[in-house]
């Protein structure tokens, strides 16, 4: 934002004593005002872009100071004889630097006059990128500052180099045979003005058809050994690029999944690498090809009348003027056009993902309605970018006829007058249609090349947005790790403007099993997600045996965790497959054995192919304690030292939940473990229970510690033993 | 139908007010709550109504079904509060979209003043409501609000047409 940008600017040429400079961007008005927030020794003020200060207030005076997160901002306020006063708003960028300052603040007003007070040295503001101010946000696609088109095109240009050799070829092939195409008006003239004359010699003639019909061959096969090239390269090339958008994809962290339908990404490796293929194949040789056409005859026109040529010419600028107004509108027809279709294909993908929903609710008319919607949308798109080359072609076939019937007309004058021989003339015009063929073509080129450009850099968008969470380039790999786990100080919100997790601090112990407990929402699941480092804290670090989770390889500080969650997802392939997916290895033994030990083995034999039997999108469907089983086995082959249980039993019967405990409990030994589970009775067995709520921690404790607390664990396990007890007197009655 | 829970309050019988400290109170059938935060259920579909009153530690009191059902002194209040909580600048007037190097660059008037801002890209940070109703993304994650596309002056919406 522009008003941003000269942010801290004179950070450094004011008082040495402020120890603070926070940006504030929103003015009591509720206008976007640039103003700094600057904190000294005794006092505490807001200033304009100009150095004013605007209000200010004594240290001694603050009673407390107070930040209150609002949506999309936030603001500070200060109480001074009991009155609360706002002294700064911002908005949603700038509140991270905000919360980090928060305790320095407190204890800045509570530090005697200097004594106790020494000044932290840093800018609250560190987070942003040093080029263009901009915050280093998470989950948003790459900061293209600086980025042109020219890194696109470079690029792409690495796809084009394994190939070098044979665009060379390509290259002389395409010379070769433009030249070629020249061969045959020129031999024409040859016959018109020589030959066809009552002097004509026959032979000669005979020669001159016979090189014709040699040039018109040659010039064939040229195109089509062009053509086969070009495809041969543009089809292995598209094969790289559609590898590198998945393999990209693959590495994506969670967080950009989280903000995208994802569905549309099927469409776009699609898509647009055969947008770019068909640019590659067709396009590219194309456009070189009438590129150099154009080159060579206007060398033959001007060779045969520089003073016609000169003439035709005139109105090209024009023409050049013309596409490079047309240029910017074609590209944003066609980026509306891809957008639209994008839409198209969440569409599809959300109503096919959620078609028992649909059916269920039978909603299939509004899942059409929508989609006729998106549909119009695309075909009106569509329509506007067709007929306007609709329109252009018919222009432009009448501006060469013109052209073409003044040449004749010019060019009849100056054979009359005996300056040019009718030969030359015929060449000429022949010539001169071959010429409007490519500015004609380029004309339409225009979209083409609009459209290839588009979906390049949609593909470097994909290839080449930032990884949230990347291995340290010092990243140590893990070996056998003990299993202690300590939280320190854990802050994280998934949006900046909404914090979950506060201040979360505890240490659990190698080999422990300890109970995360506390209602819906309450952050269990999301801190779970920080150790499998689906995300990185805004605050505070993990530490795996003492160890900083980001100084290890993630592939291999999740082969050391094993997750069971409630919903499990199982590939297609056949159930060993899906047991065996963290260790691809495993033999027939030990995928057995993990189902014996995960109370799965009785359930599979009795499916008609045993360990061999389809599941997943296709083929046959388990049911949820069923699936939970063979997530279970999953996690038991892979052996891992940590184990994390996110209400693995939640979605199954009480019986199937007794099997799945039972082989929950052969797999928690020896292994540190993190059971998150909704029916507090499965988890007696922990050694000790976290009671979490609203993203902090509350209590810790055994069992029954926290049952003599009477604090929210008390309460929780009163609430379920009462729905317990109802549960039971309904069956009572049923029976 | 579940009938409401208890506990709760008609909109009309609810006062809200300032403390002597600045801080929203609200009072009820002569027993104050104190403080208390507004919390709109739909800040952009029915950004005045259905306006539900907590306490400081969240817990529901009343559900307005419209601020005009407050007395008059409530309902200023009642828009200071909701203004400051929920900076999302409304966009009035769209004067241009345009693109330039890898960015979108958007000049528009807004309830927080004019602003120019930049996007990555369009298709993922121009996120729909409603048919009528847009939320636009900034590059540093501030959110504007297009409360509802057909109302714009024509200028705006050829604009927006234009891309979207
Ligand atoms: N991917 C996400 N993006 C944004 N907010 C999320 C996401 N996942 C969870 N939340 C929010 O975080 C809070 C805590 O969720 P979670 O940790 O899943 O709770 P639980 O304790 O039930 O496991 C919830 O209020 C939820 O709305
Ligand atoms: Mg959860």
């Given at each position: 934002m522009g008003i941003h940008?000269?942010?801290?600017?004179?950070v450094s040429g004011v008082?040495?004593?402020?120890?603070l400079v926070l940006t504030a961007d929103v003015n009591q008005q509720l206008i976007f005002e640039l103003l700094q927030l600057r904190v000294c020794d005794s006092k505490i003020g807001i200033y304009d872009s100009a150095g004013r200060v605007q209000r200010s207030y004594a240290r001694q005076d603050i009673q407390s100071l107070l930040l209150r997160e609002a949506v999309g901002g936030g603001s500070l306020h200060v109480t001074t004889n009991s009155q609360t006063i706002e002294i700064a708003r911002f908005t949603t960028p700038h509140m991270e630097a905000y919360r980090k300052a928060m305790p320095e603040l407190e204890h800045w007003i509570h530090?005697?006059?200097?004594?106790d007070w020494d000044q932290p040295s840093h800018d609250a503001d560190e987070d942003k990128c040093p080029k263009c101010g901009k915050v280093a946000r998470l989950g948003v696609l790459p900061c293209t500052h600086g980025k042109g088109k020219y890194t696109v095109l470079q690029h792409m240009s690495r796809y084009f180099k394994p190939y070098r050799h044979l665009m060379l070829y390509m290259a002389g092939l395409l010379i070769l045979s433009v030249l070629f195409d020249m061969v045959p008006p020129y031999m024409t003239k040859m016959i018109i003005d020589d030959?066809?004359?009552?002097?004509?010699n026959h032979k000669v003639l005979l020669w001159l058809i016979s090189g014709l019909a040699v040039a018109q061959i040659v010039a064939t096969g040229l195109q089509m050994s062009r053509g086969y090239l070009g495809i041969r390269m543009g089809g292995k090339l598209t094969g790289d690029i559609r590898r590198d958008m998945f393999h990209a994809l693959m590495d994506q962290s969670i967080r950009f999944f989280d903000k995208r339908?994802?569905?549309q990404f099927i469409g776009r490796i699609h898509h647009d690498t055969d947008e770019v293929k068909h640019f590659l194949t067709d396009g590219l040789i194309q456009l070189l090809t009438q590129l150099l056409t154009a080159v060579f005859i206007l060398a033959m026109l001007f060779h045969l009348n520089w003073k016609l040529t000169a003439i035709i010419l005139t109105p090209v600028p024009v023409l050049m003027l013309g596409m490079l107004w047309l240029w910017p509108k074609v590209r944003t027809l066609w980026y509306a056009q891809w957008q639209s279709s994008i839409i198209i294909q969440n569409v599809i993908g959300e109503a096919l993902q959620g078609i028992r929903v649909i059916k269920a609710f039978a909603q299939e008319k509004t899942e059409k309605t929508r989609f006729n919607i998106a549909n119009d949308k695309m075909v009106q798109r569509t329509v506007s970018i067709q007929s306007m080359w609709l329109a252009m072609t018919p222009l432009f076939s009448l501006f060469t006829s013109l052209c073409g019937i003044l040449i004749w007309y010019l060019g009849g004058r100056t054979v009359l007058s005996g300056e040019m021989t009718i030969g030359t003339l015929s060449a000429y015009t022949a010539y001169l249609m071959m010429f409007f063929g490519p500015v004609k073509w380029f004309a339409q080129s225009i979209s083409w090349v609009n459209d290839a450009m588009g979906a390049s850099e949609r593909i470097m968008e994909v290839i080449l947005?930032?990884?949230?969470?990347k291995d340290l380039p010092d990243a140590q790999p893990l070996k056998m790790p003990e299993g202690e786990i300590r939280f320190e100080d854990i802050s994280y919100g998934y949006?900046?403007?909404?914090?979950?997790?506060?201040?979360i601090q505890c240490t659990i112990a190698p080999g422990e099993m300890v109970g995360l407990v506390g209602h819906?929402?309450?952050g269990k699941s999301t801190l779970i997600h920080l150790l499998c480092r689906f995300y990185d804290p805004d605050a505070g670090q993990i530490l795996l045996d003492g160890q900083d989770?980001?100084?290890?390889r993630q592939e291999d500080l999740r082969k050391h965790i094993g997750v069971v969650l409630q919903e499990t997802f199982l590939f297609d392939g056949s159930i060993a497959q899906n047991i065996a997916y963290?260790?691809?290895?495993?033999?027939a033994e030990q995928i057995i054995e993990a189902a014996v030990i995960a109370n799965a083995h009785d359930f599979i034999c009795r499916?008609?192919?045993?360990?061999?039997t389809k599941v997943g999108e296709r083929g046959h469907r388990l049911s949820g304690g069923e699936k939970q089983r063979v997530a279970i086995a999953r996690a038991v082959l892979l052996n891992p030292r940590i184990l994390i249980l996110d209400?693995?039993?939640?979605?199954?019967d009480t019986q199937t939940e007794a099997l799945i405990q039972e082989a929950l409990n052969r797999l928690i030994k020896g292994r540190t473990t993190i059971a998150i589970a909704h029916?507090?009775?499965?988890?007696?067995?922990?050694?000790r229970l976290i009671v979490m709520e609203r993203g902090r921690i509350v209590e810790t404790g055994s069992h029954f510690e926290l049952l003599q607390r009477r604090g929210l664990y008390h309460k929780l396990v009163e609430s379920q033993k009462q729905k317990q007890d109802q549960d039971q007197s309904v069956e009572v009655h049923i029976g | 139908m579940n009938s409401l829970p208890p506990?709760?309050?008609?909109?009309?019988k609810i006062l809200l007010l300032r403390n002597r400290e600045g801080i929203l109170e609200a009072e009820a059938a002569d027993y104050s709550h104190g403080p208390v935060q507004l919390i709109?259920?739909?800040?952009?579909?029915?950004?005045?109504?259905f306006i539900s009153v907590r306490t400081?530690?969240?817990?529901?009191?009343a559900l307005l079904p419209?601020?005009?059902?407050?007395d008059s002194f409530s309902q200023i209040e009642a828009r200071l509060e909701l203004d400051r909580r929920y900076m999302i600048p409304r966009i009035s007037r769209i004067i241009s979209i345009r693109r330039k190097k890898n960015q979108w660059i958007w000049i528009v008037n807004t309830t927080y003043g004019d602003v120019t801002f930049w996007m990555d890209h369009l298709h993922e940070n121009v996120s729909e409501i409603n048919e009528c109703c847009f939320i636009v993304t900034d590059r540093e994650g501030r959110r504007y609000e297009?409360?509802?596309?057909?109302?714009?002056?024509p200028h705006s919406r050829s604009e927006w047409n234009k891309v979207k």
């Amino acid at each position: 934002m522009g008003i941003h940008k000269e942010r801290n600017s004179n950070v450094s040429g004011v008082a040495g004593s402020e120890w603070l400079v926070l940006t504030a961007d929103v003015n009591q008005q509720l206008i976007f005002e640039l103003l700094q927030l600057r904190v000294c020794d005794s006092k505490i003020g807001i200033y304009d872009s100009a150095g004013r200060v605007q209000r200010s207030y004594a240290r001694q005076d603050i009673q407390s100071l107070l930040l209150r997160e609002a949506v999309g901002g936030g603001s500070l306020h200060v109480t001074t004889n009991s009155q609360t006063i706002e002294i700064a708003r911002f908005t949603t960028p700038h509140m991270e630097a905000y919360r980090k300052a928060m305790p320095e603040l407190e204890h800045w007003i509570h530090s005697t006059w200097l004594t106790d007070w020494d000044q932290p040295s840093h800018d609250a503001d560190e987070d942003k990128c040093p080029k263009c101010g901009k915050v280093a946000r998470l989950g948003v696609l790459p900061c293209t500052h600086g980025k042109g088109k020219y890194t696109v095109l470079q690029h792409m240009s690495r796809y084009f180099k394994p190939y070098r050799h044979l665009m060379l070829y390509m290259a002389g092939l395409l010379i070769l045979s433009v030249l070629f195409d020249m061969v045959p008006p020129y031999m024409t003239k040859m016959i018109i003005d020589d030959i066809a004359t009552p002097a004509g010699n026959h032979k000669v003639l005979l020669w001159l058809i016979s090189g014709l019909a040699v040039a018109q061959i040659v010039a064939t096969g040229l195109q089509m050994s062009r053509g086969y090239l070009g495809i041969r390269m543009g089809g292995k090339l598209t094969g790289d690029i559609r590898r590198d958008m998945f393999h990209a994809l693959m590495d994506q962290s969670i967080r950009f999944f989280d903000k995208r339908q994802v569905s549309q990404f099927i469409g776009r490796i699609h898509h647009d690498t055969d947008e770019v293929k068909h640019f590659l194949t067709d396009g590219l040789i194309q456009l070189l090809t009438q590129l150099l056409t154009a080159v060579f005859i206007l060398a033959m026109l001007f060779h045969l009348n520089w003073k016609l040529t000169a003439i035709i010419l005139t109105p090209v600028p024009v023409l050049m003027l013309g596409m490079l107004w047309l240029w910017p509108k074609v590209r944003t027809l066609w980026y509306a056009q891809w957008q639209s279709s994008i839409i198209i294909q969440n569409v599809i993908g959300e109503a096919l993902q959620g078609i028992r929903v649909i059916k269920a609710f039978a909603q299939e008319k509004t899942e059409k309605t929508r989609f006729n919607i998106a549909n119009d949308k695309m075909v009106q798109r569509t329509v506007s970018i067709q007929s306007m080359w609709l329109a252009m072609t018919p222009l432009f076939s009448l501006f060469t006829s013109l052209c073409g019937i003044l040449i004749w007309y010019l060019g009849g004058r100056t054979v009359l007058s005996g300056e040019m021989t009718i030969g030359t003339l015929s060449a000429y015009t022949a010539y001169l249609m071959m010429f409007f063929g490519p500015v004609k073509w380029f004309a339409q080129s225009i979209s083409w090349v609009n459209d290839a450009m588009g979906a390049s850099e949609r593909i470097m968008e994909v290839i080449l947005a930032p990884v949230e969470i990347k291995d340290l380039p010092d990243a140590q790999p893990l070996k056998m790790p003990e299993g202690e786990i300590r939280f320190e100080d854990i802050s994280y919100g998934y949006e900046k403007d909404r914090q979950i997790l506060h201040d979360i601090q505890c240490t659990i112990a190698p080999g422990e099993m300890v109970g995360l407990v506390g209602h819906s929402g309450a952050g269990k699941s999301t801190l779970i997600h920080l150790l499998c480092r689906f995300y990185d804290p805004d605050a505070g670090q993990i530490l795996l045996d003492g160890q900083d989770i980001r100084q290890i390889r993630q592939e291999d500080l999740r082969k050391h965790i094993g997750v069971v969650l409630q919903e499990t997802f199982l590939f297609d392939g056949s159930i060993a497959q899906n047991i065996a997916y963290g260790c691809p290895d495993a033999s027939a033994e030990q995928i057995i054995e993990a189902a014996v030990i995960a109370n799965a083995h009785d359930f599979i034999c009795r499916l008609p192919d045993s360990y061999d039997t389809k599941v997943g999108e296709r083929g046959h469907r388990l049911s949820g304690g069923e699936k939970q089983r063979v997530a279970i086995a999953r996690a038991v082959l892979l052996n891992p030292r940590i184990l994390i249980l996110d209400e693995a039993t939640a979605s199954v019967d009480t019986q199937t939940e007794a099997l799945i405990q039972e082989a929950l409990n052969r797999l928690i030994k020896g292994r540190t473990t993190i059971a998150i589970a909704h029916r507090l009775s499965t988890l007696r067995s922990a050694d000790r229970l976290i009671v979490m709520e609203r993203g902090r921690i509350v209590e810790t404790g055994s069992h029954f510690e926290l049952l003599q607390r009477r604090g929210l664990y008390h309460k929780l396990v009163e609430s379920q033993k009462q729905k317990q007890d109802q549960d039971q007197s309904v069956e009572v009655h049923i029976g | 139908m579940n009938s409401l829970p208890p506990n709760r309050h008609k909109s009309g019988k609810i006062l809200l007010l300032r403390n002597r400290e600045g801080i929203l109170e609200a009072e009820a059938a002569d027993y104050s709550h104190g403080p208390v935060q507004l919390i709109c259920t739909f800040p952009f579909s029915y950004p005045e109504q259905f306006i539900s009153v907590r306490t400081s530690d969240g817990e529901e009191i009343a559900l307005l079904p419209n601020l005009l059902s407050l007395d008059s002194f409530s309902q200023i209040e009642a828009r200071l509060e909701l203004d400051r909580r929920y900076m999302i600048p409304r966009i009035s007037r769209i004067i241009s979209i345009r693109r330039k190097k890898n960015q979108w660059i958007w000049i528009v008037n807004t309830t927080y003043g004019d602003v120019t801002f930049w996007m990555d890209h369009l298709h993922e940070n121009v996120s729909e409501i409603n048919e009528c109703c847009f939320i636009v993304t900034d590059r540093e994650g501030r959110r504007y609000e297009i409360p509802d596309i057909g109302t714009l002056d024509p200028h705006s919406r050829s604009e927006w047409n234009k891309v979207k």
